[in-house]
């Protein structure tokens, strides 16, 4: 009997080597999981009593288009004739040309429904979360018009880079479960 140690092959010191190194690797994988579950739990969102529509969701997030999008927060908005939303400016003979539309990317489409009224649908992939057509709706119409982050498109970043420059604060941390903010009742302007 020996008291000398076994040596070990080559083939046996890399065996075991590679299945240390996927053992850490699993490991790693199941820490990451672990803790993107957790911050799961928190999703961000833009406060709408907060927000200035500044113009810093499109510029600043780190996807492009942005994941900010503008919304309707009422189901009918009113369907007016004259969208505040959708023009520049109230004149009664305005035209749906380009340069009379707030929108700068023709995300906003208006459809006929019936005299005196108008449909109008947000196009969430043109929409670059500028806030133009929110101000202009917030302003002088009924402030239907939201901006909201979409999460099915935001990557959850552990720090939004949004919520770093936002001016006012708007951008913050809401239960997943809740995902969607709308204004507090009788603050519509």
């Known amino acids: 009997m020996s008291d000398a140690p ?11 080597a590679v299945r240390a190194s996927g053992l850490i690797a699993a490991s790693g994988l199941l820490g990451s999981l672990v803790s993107r579950g957790a911050a799961q739990e928190y999703v961000w969102q833009i406060d709408p009593d907060k927000c200035t529509q500044c113009g810093k969701c499109a510029t600043t997030c780190v996807l492009n288009p942005s994941a900010v999008k503008c919304v309707h927060e009422y189901a009918q908005c009113g369907y007016c004739e004259l969208c ?8 009664e003979d305005d035209t749906e040309a380009a340069e009379n539309q707030r929108c700068p990317t023709n995300a ?24 133009i057509c929110v101000k202009g709706c917030r302003m002088y ?6 901006l909201q982050i979409r999460h099915d498109r935001c990557l ?14 708007a951008i913050v941390r809401v239960p997943a479960d809740k995902p969607y903010m ?3 009742k009788g603050n519509d302007h």
Do not use: W
Not at 84 to 91: K, S
Not at 141 to 146: T, Y
Not at 156 to 169: D, G, K, R, T
């Open 6 to 16: 076994e040596k070990t092959s080559r083939r046996e010191f890399l065996s075991a």
């Open 84 to 91: 505040f939303g959708y023009f520049i400016d109230q004149r």
């Open 108 to 131: 906003i489409h208006r459809s006929f429904l019936e005299d005196p009224y108008y449909q109008y649908v947000i196009d969430e992939a043109k929409c670059i979360g500028c806030g």
């Open 141 to 146: 119409g009924n402030a239907s018009l939201i």
């Open 156 to 169: 959850n970043c552990n720090q939004c880079a949004i919520a770093e420059v936002c001016p006012s604060n």
């Open 182 to 184: 709308l204004r507090m």
